[in-house]
C-alpha cells in the first residue's frame, strides 16, 4: 500500500498527462518532480503531447533522464511543412484545406521512435504489465488517446486495436500511436489505420478534440477502491486568451474568416471539455495545474531559456500540488467503499 509523501517507501501512482503543444515540457517536469518525491509510475494515460511524454515514461525515463530527454528535443523541427510550402503563402493556405494539414508530423515520430529504441521499446508488447488485476486488453504501461473521425469515435490505443481495428496490440507500433494522437486538425497530418477484417481506412487525428485530459481513464470499473492514486498534470489555459489561437499569426493573417471560425471551434474542443471537468473537486483534488503564459501551445520556436522555464513551472507545480496531497484524506472524501 502507498502512503504519503515524505516516506521511505517507494510510492506507486498511476499518471495522466494532458495535451499542450509545446508546453509539454511542463509535463516532464511535473513527473520529474513526482519522481523525486518516490513515486514510480504503474501506468501512464497520455493526450498529444502527453503521449509523448508518456512513452518516456512508460519506457522507464525518471527524474534527470526524463528532464535531459525533454530539453534535447528540437522544437524547431516540429514545424517540417508539406512539400506545398515550396510556395510560402499559398502553398500553406492550400494545405489546410486538404489532407495534409500545415506539417507532416515525421520528426516528432521519428524522434519518439529513436528514444523508445534506445529503451527497448518498440510495439506495445514491449510495454505490457503482468498485473491481473487488471482486465487483459489493459495490461499495458501506455495509453494514448486519439479520435478517429471516420469512425466518429474516442480511441484509447492500445486497447482498442484488437476489438476497433482487429489489429493485435502487441505488434503495433508505440511511436505511430503517438504519433496519431499529437495529430492536430488544421495543424498536423492525419494518420491512416486500416481494419484488415473490414477493409474500412480510419483517419485518426489529436485525442484532444474528444477528451484532451482523460483523468478518468485509469480508474477502476470494478466497484473496488483504488490500490494508489491516480495523478493528473493539466497545462492548457482557459480560452479566449494569450494562448488561443492554433495556427500561426502570421499565417491567420491571410487566411479567411471561415478557417478562423473552424480554427476556434477546434481549439473550444481541445479545452472546452475538460475545461468544466477539470473544476470538480474530485478531479481537482489530484491534479496538478501548470500555469505558463510565457510561450503559445503551438510556438516551435523556442529559447533554451523558455524551454528551462516551461519544465521548471512544472516542476514547482508538482512539488506544490505535494505539500497539500494526502492519500488516505482523497480516499475518504472521493472514494468511499460502496459498503
Given at each position: 500500500m502507498t502512503r504519503g509523501a515524505g516516506n521511505d517507501q517507494q510510492l506507486i501512482a498511476d499518471l495522466v498527462l494532458s495535451g499542450g503543444g509545446v508546453k509539454g515540457i511542463a509535463l516532464a517536469g511535473a513527473v520529474a518532480a513526482l519522481n523525486d518525491a518516490g513515486y514510480r509510475p504503474w501506468r501512464v494515460s497520455g493526450t498529444s503531447a502527453g503521449a509523448i511524454v508518456g512513452a518516456l515514461v512508460a519506457a522507464g525515463l525518471a527524474g534527470d533522464a526524463l528532464t535531459e530527454a525533454a530539453m534535447r528535443l528540437d522544437y524547431e523541427k516540429f514545424a517540417d511543412s508539406v512539400p506545398l510550402d515550396r510556395v510560402p503563402l499559398i502553398g500553406a493556405g492550400l494545405a489546410l484545406f486538404g489532407d495534409d494539414g500545415l506539417y507532416r508530423g515525421d520528426y516528432a515520430r521519428e524522434w519518439v521512435a529513436d528514444e523508445l529504441a534506445g529503451l527497448g521499446v518498440r510495439t506495445f508488447g514491449d510495454?505490457?504489465?503482468?498485473?491481473?488485476?487488471?482486465?487483459?486488453?489493459?495490461?499495458?504501461?501506455?495509453?494514448?488517446?486519439?479520435?478517429?473521425?471516420?469512425?466518429?469515435?474516442?480511441?484509447?490505443?492500445?486497447?482498442?486495436?484488437?476489438?476497433?481495428?482487429?489489429?493485435?496490440?502487441?505488434?503495433?507500433?508505440?511511436?505511430?500511436?503517438?504519433?496519431?494522437?499529437?495529430?492536430?486538425?488544421l495543424l498536423f497530418r492525419p494518420m491512416k489505420l486500416t481494419n484488415p477484417m473490414t477493409g474500412v481506412e480510419s483517419t485518426l487525428v489529436d485525442g484532444g478534440v474528444v477528451s484532451n485530459f482523460p483523468i478518468d481513464s485509469l480508474d477502476r470499473t470494478d466497484g473496488k477502491l483504488p490500490r494508489w492514486p491516480t495523478f493528473g498534470v493539466t497545462l492548457l489555459p482557459d480560452?479566449?486568451?494569450?494562448?488561443?489561437?492554433?495556427?500561426?499569426?502570421?499565417?491567420?493573417?491571410?487566411?479567411?474568416?471561415?478557417?478562423?471560425?473552424?480554427?476556434?471551434?477546434?481549439?473550444?474542443?481541445?479545452v472546452g471539455?475538460?475545461?468544466?471537468?477539470?473544476?470538480?473537486?474530485?478531479?481537482?483534488?489530484?491534479?496538478?495545474?501548470?500555469?505558463?503564459?510565457?510561450?503559445?501551445?503551438?510556438?516551435?520556436?523556442?529559447?533554451?531559456?523558455?524551454?528551462?522555464?516551461?519544465?521548471?513551472?512544472?516542476?514547482?507545480?508538482?512539488?506544490?500540488?505535494?505539500?497539500?496531497?494526502?492519500?488516505?484524506?482523497?480516499?475518504?472524501?472521493?472514494?468511499?467503499?460502496?459498503?
Open positions: 510495454l505490457a504489465l503482468d498485473d491481473p488485476q487488471l482486465p487483459p486488453s489493459r495490461r499495458y504501461k501506455l495509453v494514448v488517446t486519439c479520435a478517429d473521425i471516420t469512425l466518429g469515435r474516442l480511441i484509447q490505443l492500445p486497447w482498442d486495436f484488437e476489438p476497433v481495428y482487429g489489429l493485435d496490440p502487441n505488434e503495433q507500433s508505440v511511436a505511430d500511436a503517438v504519433r496519431a494522437s499529437m495529430s492536430i486538425p480560452i479566449p486568451g494569450p494562448d488561443g489561437t492554433l495556427l500561426p499569426r502570421w499565417l491567420n493573417q491571410i487566411l479567411p474568416a471561415p478557417v478562423h471560425v473552424l480554427e476556434g471551434v477546434i481549439t473550444t474542443a481541445l471539455r475538460d475545461q468544466a471537468n477539470q473544476h470538480k473537486p474530485w478531479v481537482q483534488a489530484r491534479t496538478i495545474e501548470v500555469t505558463s503564459d510565457s510561450v503559445g501551445f503551438t510556438q516551435f520556436s523556442l529559447t533554451d531559456a523558455q524551454i528551462r522555464e516551461l519544465h521548471d513551472d512544472g516542476y514547482s507545480a508538482a512539488e506544490q500540488f505535494l505539500t497539500t496531497w494526502n492519500w488516505q484524506d482523497y480516499l475518504r472524501r472521493f472514494r468511499r467503499h460502496p459498503s
